[in-house]
């Protein structure tokens, strides 16, 4: 079965613009979840959507959002860039709270 | 909120057995993950350890003892494959809670490099 399906794979972006990202879970699969990845920091959790709404947020500024759609593939929006967004964004889905599967990512570049 | 620690970097040969370490401290606990995570590739899940004990999975063996908030995952006959960054996370909730949903706070990662 296909996987966890992120696109762009690659992005650079312009300080002050915004960006979408895109992430189309395992068939099935009503979770999705978000996580910035950067060298310094790790991993640290974004939001979580299940069935359409978030159920979980991390703090992250109001720039980040999110959103769900009813075929549960999911989209997050960063807007006024900042070079400190630059990072790997990593969606993951699941079926229950006992496996999570990732996504390859999009790496963003700010600059 | 939770405080995750694990080793930065460890080495080791191919063949041996390692053990990486994992130290949690947290404000609820509703389950403990490893992944394996090569250089510009996916996460991908190795074990999840809810409840005390050992989870043996092939050449990989995960522990849990949640009263010390402390996990190791054990690595047996290395390969140079191996050489990854073990990633500890720690999902937040009430165990009991379906509804909890899925937060996972991660370790800094372990990046292990096996040497011939």
């Known amino acids: 079965k296909a996987g966890v399906t992120q696109t762009p794979r690659y992005l650079i972006k312009t300080r002050g613009q915004q960006v979408t990202l895109s992430c189309s879970p395992i068939?099935?699969?009503?979770?999705v979840s978000w996580y910035q990845q950067t060298p310094g920091q790790g991993l640290q959790f974004l939001f979580e959507?299940?069935?359409?709404?978030?159920?979980n947020k991390g703090n992250f500024p109001g720039r980040f959002s999110g959103r769900q759609f009813s075929n549960s593939r999911s989209e997050m929006n960063v807007s006024t860039l900042e070079l400190g967004d630059s990072a790997l964004y990593l969606c993951?889905?699941?079926?229950?709270?006992?496996?999570?599967?990732f996504g390859s990512g999009t790496r963003l570049t700010v600059v | 909120g939770q405080n995750i620690d694990q080793p930065t970097e460890m080495t080791a040969t191919e063949g041996a057995i390692v053990q990486i370490n994992c130290t949690y401290q947290t404000s609820g606990f509703n389950g403990l993950f490893w992944y394996q995570q090569h250089a510009g590739e996916a996460p991908t899940f190795l074990s999840y350890n809810v409840l005390d004990g050992l989870e043996e999975k092939g050449r990989f063996s995960s522990f849990l003892s949640r009263s010390k908030g402390y996990s190791y995952l054990l690595l047996k006959e290395l390969q140079m494959k191996d050489s990854a960054s073990y990633l500890c996370?720690?999902?937040?909730?009430?165990?009991?809670?379906?509804?909890?949903?899925?937060?996972?706070?991660f370790g800094g990662g372990t990046r292990l490099m096996v040497k011939p």
């Open positions: 068939s099935g699969h009503r979770s």
């Open positions: 959507y299940f069935s359409e709404t978030q159920r």
């Open positions: 993951a889905s699941s079926l229950d709270r006992y496996g999570y599967t």
């Open positions: 996370a720690v999902r937040d909730g009430i165990q009991s809670d379906n509804n909890a949903g899925n937060m996972l706070t």
